[in-house]
C-alpha cells in the first residue's frame, strides 16, 4: 500500500501525513524532504540555484524512486502532480488523496507556517491570494484526477481508516 497525498501548498499533507502514517503504523515520506537529501540543497535554494525545471526533474526522478517503499504515506509537493504526468504514475502506482482547502483558508494556513515556500517570495497578503486563487484554477486539473478528494476542515486522526482498511484486505 501506497498512499500519495497531493494538494496545494497549505493544505497540510505533511501535517495530516505524519498523523495517519502514525495512527496506522506506516511510514510516512515528504517528499521534498527526500529531494531536499539527495540534492544537499533545500527546496528554495534548487529553485533559486538550478531553475524549477532542474527541481521538477529530480522531483519526478524521487517521486519513482518511492516505488521502494511499501506501507507508507507520502506528501507531494504543491506541483508534483502537475508536472510530467505525475498524477497518472502516482495513480497507477498507489492512492492519491486530493486534500483541499477554500483559498482564504490556505491563505490563512501558509501564513501562519514559516516555511520557506519559494513561489511565494515578495508578495503582500492581498497578491499573495490572488496567486493562490490563480495556481489552485491551473492546478485543478490535476488535483482533480486523484482518487480521493477530503476536505481538509473535516480531517480527523481516522480520516483514511476506510481507505486503509480495504487496502488491507485486497
Known sequence: ????????????????????????????????IEIENKTGLNVDEIFEKKG????????????????????????????????????DWMNNNGTTIFLSATPSKLLDNILKDNKDRPLLKNTNKGELLFFIEMKLKERMLFYSKAQLHLEVAGLMPSSIENLIHKSQHK
Open 1 to 32: 500500500m501506497r498512499i500519495f497525498l497531493i494538494g496545494f501548498m497549505g493544505t497540510g499533507k505533511s501535517h495530516w501525513g505524519k498523523i495517519w502514517a502514525n495512527h496506522h503504523n506506516l511510514k510516512f515520506i515528504d517528499l521534498d
Open 52 to 87: 524549477e525545471d532542474f527541481f521538477r526533474n529530480i522531483e519526478n526522478e524521487t517521486l519513482i524512486e518511492m516505488l521502494q517503499h511499501d506501507n507508507c504515506i507520502i506528501a507531494c509537493g504543491g506541483g508534483t502532480p502537475c508536472f510530467k504526468n505525475n498524477i
